[in-house]
């Protein structure tokens, strides 16, 4: 037969708090719950008082000293003069986190054989951290998590980039929209120009000189978007949204331009190496007005990457070493026929 107190042995055994024998168990609980309410009271008064005496004096500057190497031992001292962050100080032992994709061309692939992330991007985030001294990672995620569009809408910033899951994504254009809700550091790559795709032979009989009636698709979150179409006011470019379509990768976008799902697809002149699948409409000059400015970090409003990204930028563009990983992209790298023009 069991007792009650064994009953009780067995459910405080089972709440994890051991064997206790002698005292009744509900008598310990209030005990214990009055000492809790006790602590956390202890502690919410601390805390208080800590963030009062934070609040106080909310404009004290942080100093961070950045060690620039400069070949020889004692290279030049850049002093910082940090702003608080919305999370507090920086820790200047902080792992900066950036995003990084896949587009399969010279700036951000898989390398197969190791498994790894390659590419010019990856290049450019190692050399600016080392000279700044950071401790940066790259995270590779969907574009989509960075920054993304639906067909209609205006394109927004993705909740890898404003939930903080990272402190940048790596190599995006600004552009005329982008502005509005993020920021960018200094660019090292230098804006591209932007083209319509057909399928290879132009079966359609596409013309890019009128877009009436015609259904375009778009890589999601592109620089080369469906408002840059409306800024160079080609006719008919003000589409309904049931005629733009958005697609996420190169599989979905050949397929959709093979597919005859559109008419035609614009984008810049490099992104996923279209050009080894589908043909570009040649009956205009190439669109230039869709990037505001080259490519960079990707950053949030309130970001203080570029505290120290653009100096460390700027002492790394006089060195060989930069020139080195412009000129050698086709040579290190080789996934296509693309070069990068970096920001000299
Ligand atoms: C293609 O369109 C052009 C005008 O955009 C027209 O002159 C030409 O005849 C068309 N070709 C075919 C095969 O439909
Ligand atoms: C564009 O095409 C539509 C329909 O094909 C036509 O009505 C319109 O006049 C054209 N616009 C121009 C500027 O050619
Ligand atoms: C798309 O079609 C073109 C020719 O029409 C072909 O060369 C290409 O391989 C196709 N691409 C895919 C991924 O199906
Ligand atoms: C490195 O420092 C020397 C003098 O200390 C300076 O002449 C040279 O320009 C610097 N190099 C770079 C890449 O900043
Ligand atoms: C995609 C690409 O450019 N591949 C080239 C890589 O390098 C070899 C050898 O130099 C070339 O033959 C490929 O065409």
Not at 26 to 40: G, K, N
Not at 90 to 109: Q, S
Not at 175 to 204: A, C, D
Not at 240 to 246: D, E, K, L, Y
């Amino acid at each position: 037969m069991m007792k009650a107190s064994d009953e009780d042995d067995l459910t405080s055994q089972k709440a994890g708090k051991g064997v206790i024998r002698g005292e009744s168990s509900p008598r310990r609980q209030v005990l214990f719950l009055i000492v809790a309410v006790v602590i956390v009271g202890i502690v919410a008064i601390f805390a208080v008082v800590l963030s009062a005496l934070s609040l106080g004096r909310p404009n004290t500057p942080v100093t961070t000293m950045v060690q620039l190497p400069n070949g020889s031992s004692n290279g030049p001292t850049i002093t910082y003069i940090g702003v608080p962050s919305p999370y507090g100080f920086e820790d200047p032992n902080k792992i900066w986190v950036f995003a990084i994709g896949h587009d399969g061309t010279n700036l951000e692939y898989i390398d197969n054989l190791a498994g790894t992330l390659r590419g010019f991007h990856v290049d450019i985030v190692e050399a600016v951290c080392n000279v700044a001294n950071k401790n940066c990672r790259l995270m590779w995620d969907i574009y989509e998590n960075c920054y993304r569009s639906k067909a209609g809408q205006r394109p927004r910033p993705g909740p890898g980039l404003v939930s903080r899951w990272y402190d940048g994504c790596t190599g995006w254009f600004q552009t005329y929209e982008r502005i509005s809700s993020v920021s960018f550091t200094k660019p090292f790559r230098k804006p591209l120009e932007s083209l319509f795709y057909v399928k290879r032979g132009n079966p359609g009989n596409f013309s890019s000189l009128n877009l009436t009636g015609k259904t375009i698709g778009f890589a999601d979150g592109d620089a080369s978007n469906e408002f840059c179409i409306q800024r160079e006011k080609i006719p008919g470019a003000n589409l309904p949204a049931a005629n733009i379509r958005h697609y996420s990768t190169r599989e979905e976008i050949i397929a959709a331009v093979n597919n005859s799902e559109v008419d035609a697809l614009f984008t810049n002149e490099q992104i996923f190496d279209l050009k080894s699948d589908l043909d570009v409409v040649m009956d205009r000059a190439p669109i230039t007005t869709c990037m505001l400015a080259g490519a960079g970090m990707m950053l949030r409003k309130d970001s203080l990457v570029t505290n120290w990204w653009d100096p460390a930028f700027d002492q790394l563009k006089q060195t060989s070493a930069y020139r080195k990983i412009c000129s050698e992209v086709l040579m290190r790298h080789n996934q296509s026929v693309h070069s990068v023009d970096c920001v000299l």
